[in-house]
């Protein structure tokens, strides 16, 4: 090899040699700037919290480790904690009282029994009057929103959704609520998720959307033959007495009648206690409900209201999805409506309505109650129709029922399910070491309550309403039910002629007996009575 070969060959290792040097010392650098390796630890979802507590009339303060929950961090419930001592002292009386009654209504069993109840739901029917009133006949809501079908007065389903969906509170919770409506009726809890629901909208009126059904009507909830204690109106005068009884349901009748029939959220998701009415002009079906006027009796009629839109309003809280059969025979073919199997001039919409209504709107789906559904949710026609039902008890589905609600955000459609085996710690049955030690006396005020699952007799007892003196300083409260400027009209044929439905789908054991006038008017109070009879249905 020659000398020139050499010096070649020794001026390639030299490159070599620096091209190794360089690399070697970029991973070095890199090395040093990462700083010494340490093992990884798995994020704990726990903290210190600490807090000043009184010891001994001393200020100390304490450590405790606690669990960071999914819903809030250590530092927002502390926040939550220093918020409700003047806050909630600033609420009206009453509305605190119903919040610390449904939260813990075994607590509460005196106060439920009592004549101050009485008195605070009337208040709080007289504060939610107007904004009902105030309201559109659909409410149009953006999503996040939670849709929720029949409640029909069972207070341990709605408390499960409370424990789970708005742990916190519905005000600190995103999104929307939107109740499909039946709040009263075959559960024993009628009154106190009727005011539960009241609290809720008094406080956020722009959050919290209660739709009517067809248990928003008097001659439905005002059966008293066919619920017997489960009605609505019994339980009313069983638990207040006669005449305080009826002017407790009278008032929140009162406000049923101011409900809107109809939600729309996102503009796509059309949302209804029974389902869609029959078109009455040339204009879209929304603008004739928004029509509808902003105080209806339906069931039975006022005087102002005109029957083409009395129909729009019974077609929205008693209409049926048709099944296979009735879209073969009796659901005519050109508007795709037909007569429902509940008889007494109540209609089922087929597929051909629902696409004739979803495209004419604009809109996607329709969600709607008004049927019991073992698995709280069910699909039809097309999977365009979602019935959602939120209560598991009291319409025959077995013990293995689920209740079922929806969330709707933005383009997804998730169903949410209460599973039979979920315990529940406010309703239990007679023989539960949770109530075994109760007197009888207790055991028979939890009885009537529904907060223990047995039959109650009937509670003779007759507390009198001027007997109770009000020593909060509240606003002073005529006692009287707000005369109602409306009149009904009991000669005009009504859209629906409950005495000629058939068997309920959900009471076939009933005799089918029927009555042609409610008894919960007294005499004298010729202006409020109220023509027509019962319900056939959910």
């Keep these: 090899m020659s000398g020139e070969d050499k010096e070649l060959e020794i001026a390639a290792l030299q490159e070599k040699v620096a091209s190794l040097s360089s690399q070697l ?10 700083g010494p390796q340490k093992r990884r630890l798995q994020a704990q979802a726990h903290a210190t919290a600490v807090r000043e507590v009184q010891v001994k009339g001393k200020s100390v303060l304490v450590s405790s480790r606690e669990r ?3 819903n809030a961090s250590i530092c927002t419930q502390q926040a939550l904690d220093l ?7 600033n609420q009206p009386g009453f509305v605190q009282r119903i919040l610390d009654m449904f939260q813990q209504p075994a607590a509460h069993v005196d106060y439920l029994n009592s004549i101050q109840f009485a008195k605070d739901v009337f208040k709080l029917c007289q504060k939610v009057r107007h904004i009902f009133e105030r309201e559109p006949r659909v409410a149009f809501v953006q999503s996040p929103a939670y849709v929720f079908g ?3 007065g069972n207070l341990e389903d709605l408390h499960f959704f409370s424990d789970n969906l708005w742990r916190l509170g519905m005000s600190l919770t995103a999104g929307n609520f939107v109740f499909l409506g039946d709040y009263v009726d075959r559960g024993k809890s009628c009154l106190e998720c009727v005011a539960y629901l009241f609290v809720m909208k008094y406080q956020l009126p722009n959050k919290v959307f209660l739709l009517r059904g067809n248990h928003e009507t008097r001659d439905v909830n005002g059966w008293e033959e066919h619920y017997g204690e489960r009605s609505f109106i019994f339980q009313c005068r069983n638990r207040f ?7 407790v349901w009278e008032a929140c009748n009162q406000i049923f009648d101011r409900l809107p029939l109809a939600g729309v959220i996102d503009q796509d998701v059309f949302c209804v206690h029974g389902g869609i009415p029959r078109p009455i002009t040339n204009t879209t079906r929304i603008q004739d409900m928004l029509s509808v006027p902003r105080v209806a009796g339906i069931n039975p009629p006022y005087e102002h209201e005109d029957d083409q839109y009395q129909q729009v309003a019974s077609d929205c809280i008693w209409s049926d999805p048709a099944s296979e059969e009735q879209e073969m025979t009796s659901v005519d073919p050109e508007t795709g409506f037909g007569e429902s199997l ?10 051909k309505a629902v696409t004739n209504f979803l495209k004419q709107q604009g809109f996607s789906y329709i969600m709607r109650a008004h049927e019991a559904h073992a698995e709280g949710v069910a699909l039809s026609k097309g999977a365009r129709v979602f019935t959602v039902f939120s209560t598991s008890q009291d319409h025959n589905q077995g013990s293995n029922a689920m209740a079922g609600c929806m969330l709707v955000d933005n383009d997804k459609l998730q169903v949410i399910n209460r599973s039979p085996a979920y315990k529940n710690q406010y309703v239990h049955r007679r023989d539960s070491v949770s109530v075994i030690n109760l007197s009888e006396s207790e055991m028979q005020k939890r009885i009537k309550l529904g907060l223990v699952r047995e039959a109650a007799q009937p509670d003779d007892s007759d507390e009198e309403w001027d007997d109770f003196d009000d020593d909060e300083e509240e606003e002073e409260m005529d006692l009287n039910v707000q005369q109602e400027e409306y009149v009904f009209d009991k ?4 859209s629906i002629d409950l005495s000629s439905m058939n068997a309920n789908y959900h009471d076939m054991d009933g005799d089918g007996s029927r009555r042609n006038s409610m008894t919960a008017v007294e005499e004298g109070e010729e202006e409020d009575t109220v023509d027509g009879d019962q319900d056939m249905n959910n």
């Design 241 to 247: 007495g006669d005449d305080v009884g009826y002017r």
């Design 150 to 152: 029949d409640i029909h």
């Design 342 to 351: 509940r008889g007494g001039g109540a209609i089922c919409f087929g597929n």
């Design 491 to 494: 000669r005009r044929r009504q």
């Design 83 to 89: 918020i409700p001592d003047d806050a909630i002292l």
């Design 68 to 70: 960071m929950g999914r």
């Design 25 to 34: 010392e970029t991973v070095l650098t890199a090395n040093a700037d990462r």
